[in-house]
């Protein structure tokens, strides 16, 4: 046990940017892996369940005792990255350590063939954005900070999403409302493109429901002079606002919180949606069919499966509204697995909306919503509102 504190110890000792602790030892292990990264200034573990992600941060001088604590006796694999090699330590079922190291040629290819290559993004180095500096992707001088080249690249994913779905939008004030806003990362990239890059006014309102973040990032807003920015504590089901909407963004609101959220957007009129659901719980605990029984049998399946079916229906009642639908493929801000981002864009009124899909395609829409609901016993959250609020007829 003490050679493998040892071990684990020299980890630690070479500061990695990643660790990687994996193969439970035994069938009591409560996460099926664990993975640090290094933020500015601390350590976060992402400890994974079957279906949860439990996160702990870890000051830097206590990252050796983290790593003990963990590993003995409980995982058989430890995998580190720092700056020039990787780290990798093998436990056997018996105790038996092996440790050893390997230049990380990842890291040096990235680093050879930087010159032959610059991708251009949308915010680009060399000019200090003070919330990218906060969030530790930026340096005080505007420069990425390596280890945060793959957020950097996924800020930017985003705000193309986002300026692909304003389009040739030409309103003089965009209202923006952010629900389950959280630590707001993205709102504040977000006001800033808008503001600095488009030359744009926009009015954005985050929402969540933990007053004290709400209070953190009222005085962040206060703090980079984002006048037109402001957090609110409220919950996404009943919220009400007497200002217009023309984009709603939702990021991970958990499982029916999207559908209300999305409900919200289709009722203000809402000319933009752009929704990371997460967390699809609702239909996973209906789904059962007498006729397709294999796509609900296994338990892997069947969460992704109803998952699946959890957007896609979102998709489809989002046409029948009278929006342009599109399902992509979205590497989230928090490197947890990849998503799936709804973006839906209508443009005018309700009626002038509904117009541009015909009758007939929305009918289709609709029937292949209740369809699946009617082979698998489905009740979904968004169906169900939009049918009381009439907006499916």
Request: charged share 25%.
């Amino acid at each position: 046990m003490e050679e493998q504190k040892e071990k684990l110890s020299a980890i630690a000792q070479a500061k990695p940017y990643k660790i990687i602790i994996s193969k439970p030892a035994g069938g009591e292990i409560p996460y099926r892996r664990i993975v640090i990264e290094r933020k500015e200034s601390y350590y976060q573990a992402a400890a994974y369940t079957e279906k949860q992600v439990f996160h702990e941060n870890i000051p830097p001088e206590k990252l050796a005792e983290y790593l003990g604590k963990t590993a003995v006796g409980q995982y058989l694999q430890v995998n580190a990255w720092d700056d020039a090699a990787e780290h990798i330590y093998l436990c056997s079922q018996k105790g038996k350590v092996t440790y050893k190291t390997k230049k990380n040629v990842q890291t040096a290819a990235k680093a050879s063939g930087s010159h032959n290559r610059k991708k251009q993004y949308i915010l680009e180095e060399g000019t200090p954005i003070e919330p990218l500096v906060d969030m530790g992707v930026f340096t005080p001088e505007g420069k990425v900070v390596r280890t945060m080249y793959d957020k950097f690249r996924q800020i930017n994913r985003f705000l193309e999403m986002v300026g692909d779905a304003v389009g040739d939008d030409t309103s003089e004030t965009l209202h923006i409302i952010d629900f389950g806003c959280g630590k707001s990362y993205l709102t504040f990239v977000l006001y800033y493109y808008f503001t600095e890059i488009q030359k744009r006014n926009v009015q954005i309102a985050g929402l969540d429901l933990k007053a004290d973040v709400i209070k953190n990032c009222n005085a962040a807003a206060k703090k980079y002079g984002y006048e037109n920015l402001h957090f609110e504590v409220g919950d996404i089901n009943g919220y009400r606002t007497d200002a217009p909407v023309d984009m709603v963004v939702t990021l991970h609101a958990c499982d029916t919180a999207t559908d209300y959220a999305l409900y919200n957007a289709i009722m203000w009129n809402a000319r933009m949606i752009l929704s990371v659901p997460c967390c699809q719980h609702e239909l996973n605990g209906q789904i059962q069919s007498e006729d397709l029984g294999l796509m609900t049998r296994y338990g892997i399946i069947k969460e992704r499966f109803a998952a699946l079916a959890t957007d896609a229906i979102r998709a489809n009642l989002l046409e029948c509204c009278g929006y342009k639908t599109q399902v992509l493929e979205f590497v989230d801000f928090a490197h947890t697995p990849k998503n799936l981002l709804i973006r839906a864009v209508k443009k005018g009124g309700s009626d002038a909306a509904r117009a541009i899909v015909p009758a007939a395609v929305r009918k289709r829409y609709l029937g292949e919503v209740e369809r699946m609901m009617e082979e698998f016993h489905l009740d979904p959250t968004l169906y169900r509102l939009l049918k009381e609020a009439g907006r499916l007829g």
